[in-house]
């Protein structure tokens, strides 16, 4: 069967995250009250698995995150 896997990536609570203190910096400087900013990735992908949840988790262990600073979380709908 074909799956639509929408995973999403973050840095583990408490680790810094450069990327998102700088544009939400940028968004202070422009007037905007934005606080504690994070930029997560997000990737996207069609697979084909009998197991997609098992697939999914050793897709994001071995190659999308890397499980000492990140978390990550994901969503598996069937294609229709």
Do not use: Q
Not at 24 to 37: D, F, I, S, T
């Amino acid at each position: 069967m074909k799956w639509r896997v929408t995973v999403t990536v973050r840095l583990k609570e408490g680790l810094n995250d450069p990327e998102g203190r700088v544009i939400g910096k940028a968004l202070r400087n422009l007037g905007y009250a934005v606080e504690g900013l994070r930029v997560p990735k997000c990737f996207e992908f069609e697979l084909e698995s009998e197991n997609p949840e098992e697939e999914v988790e050793e897709i994001c262990r071995k190659l999308l995150a890397n499980p000492l600073i990140h978390s990550w979380e994901y969503r598996i709908e069937p294609v229709s």
